[in-house]
Each structure stands twice: as C-alpha cells, then as structure tokens.
C-alpha cells in the first residue's frame, strides 16, 4: 500500500494506484471520509490461545494453564489447542554469556 500526504489531506492507495481511503485534515488531526465501499477484513478462524497467548506478553502454555486452573485471570477459557512456534518467543528464551571484562583502558583521548 501507498500512502500520500498532500496539502490538508491523505490518501492511501493499493499497489495498483487504486484508491481506498482519503482523509482531510481538520485542526491538528486527519478525519477519515466515508468510503464508497467498504473494506473489511476478519479472521477465518479465531484461535483463542493465540490471542489470550499475545495478550499475556506471550507467556508460556503452561503458565496459561495454571493461571486458568487458579482462576487468576478473569474469562480466561480453557485452552486445548497447541501454541504456534512463535519466533520472537524463540529469541525471548535465548540468552548468552557476558561480555568479558577487558583490562585495556585508553591512557589519553583521541586526537
């Protein structure tokens, strides 16, 4: 998509230059006009642990567990699907050893 600011107003664009949505600026702000067609989009299917997962500070499916079974959080529901293997929790469990300590230190500024 595409996304033009001109004058007092905005507009955003599909790839193929056709227009979806153009703004005018009103004070401080841009307020959307109403679209000739309206564009919608929705899930195919809603997974509730993805979204419960996402919420939560993507937190571990046990841990979800444990919150459901202590009643910790207020309409959690009971999970029986599996998590995706979600990247970023991949790099979160990640961890390394720390920089070595170096003895060198400049004995005079850089000229």
């Not at 107003?9 to 227009?19: E, V």
């Not at 993507?58 to 202590?70: A, W």
Request: hydrophobic share 30%; net charge positive; charged share 20%.
């Amino acid at each position: 998509m595409k996304v033009t600011f001109e004058d007092q107003s905005c507009h955003i664009f599909y790839a193929t230059r056709q227009n979806i949505q153009q703004a005018k600026m009103r004070g401080k702000i841009f307020s959307f006009l109403q679209s000739k067609e309206e564009h919608t989009t929705f899930s195919t299917k809603i997974n509730n642990i993805e979204v419960w997962h996402k919420q939560l500070g993507h937190c571990h499916l046990q841990y979800m567990h444990n919150m459901k079974k202590n009643d910790v959080v207020k309409g959690l529901p009971l999970f029986t699907d599996q998590l995706p293997n979600y990247q970023t929790c991949q790099f979160g469990k990640q961890n390394r050893k720390p920089f070595p300590r170096s003895t060198w230190r400049f004995a005079q500024k850089l000229s």
